[in-house]
Antibody, heavy 129, light 107 residues
Framework: QVQLQESGPGLVRPSGTLSLTCSVSGGSVSSGSFYWSWVRQSPREGLEWIGYFYSTEDTRYNGDTKYNPSLKGRVTISADTPKNQFSLKLNSVTAADTAFYYC???????????????WGQGTLVTVSS | DIQLTQSPSSLSASVGDRVTITCRASQNINRFLSWFQQKPGKAPKLLIYASSNFQGGVPSRFTGSGSGTEFTLTINGLQPEDFATYYCQQSFITPWTFGQGTRVEIQ
């Protein structure tokens, strides 16, 4: 059974960098067909997909990332395959970035598209001085 | 970006009722639409993917249908544990987007 768990500071200062880590058990972040994603949720914006990291077990492949353009280049998602974790960094944060942040496994299912099938429990990050 | 509009935004219903929620996409998304259920303080839970396919463990009273730009989630015989907020989400093209949610409340 795949499980995901977010960790990181719950309070970030304005203009600072939000950093979260997702620890994965029951699956590997270097397995193909999975897109390791971050999603956030706030009362104002609702649910918003932030981006994903994708990799395979082929050590010649460095992985791929894709981000929501709404975040205007402030986001980086990366993976630490030996630790089986992936991370989110969002810089130049403002109060508008206050939200619950979820790490999510997205599975590519043949003919069925990309399916958000496993979610972490979520962590609240508040941007405030 | 593809916009998803759910209707209604909220509804009141009784145990045993049949409930239908609609999700309209701003452009053709084929059948690449999922439905989620979210309860307070919890992460969204996948119910249905690719418009009408059940995720494992989801009760059969939840059914999904539709293609193109119009989709529905139907709950046949509402149960007490079904009172929650429901979201649609498209995976046709990035950025993957969500609807604004439909809150199902006890009448």
């Amino acid at each position: 059974q795949v499980q995901l768990q977010e960790s990181g500071p719950g309070l970030v200062r304005p203009s600072g960098t939000l950093s979260l880590t997702c620890s994965v058990s029951g699956g590997s972040v270097s397995s193909g067909s999975f897109y390791w994603s971050w999603v956030r949720q706030s009362p104002r914006e609702g649910l918003e997909w932030i981006g994903y990291f994708y990799s395979t077990e082929d050590t010649r492949y460095n992985g791929d990332t894709k981000y929501n353009p709404s975040l205007k280049g402030r986001v980086t998602i990366s993976a630490d395959t030996p630790k089986n974790q992936f991370s989110l960094k969002l810089n130049s944060v403002t109060a508008a970035d206050t939200a619950f942040y979820y790490c999510v496994r997205v599975q590519e299912r043949y003919r069925y598209g990309y399916v958000f099938d496993h979610w972490g429990q979520g962590t609240l990050v508040t941007v405030s001085s | 970006d593809i916009q998803l509009t759910q209707s209604p935004s909220s509804l009141s219903a009784s145990v045993g009722d049949r409930v239908t929620i609609t999700c309209r996409a701003s452009q053709n998304i084929n059948r690449f639409l999922s439905w989620f259920q979210q309860k307070p303080g919890k992460a969204p839970k996948l119910l249905i993917y690719a418009s009408s396919n059940f995720q494992g463990g989801v009760p059969s009273r939840f059914t999904g249908s539709g293609s193109g730009t119009e989709f529905t989630l139907t709950i046949n015989g509402l149960q007490p544990e079904d009172f929650a907020t429901y979201y649609c989400q498209q995976s046709f093209i990035t950025p993957w987007t969500f609807g604004q949610g439909t809150r199902v409340e006890i009448q």
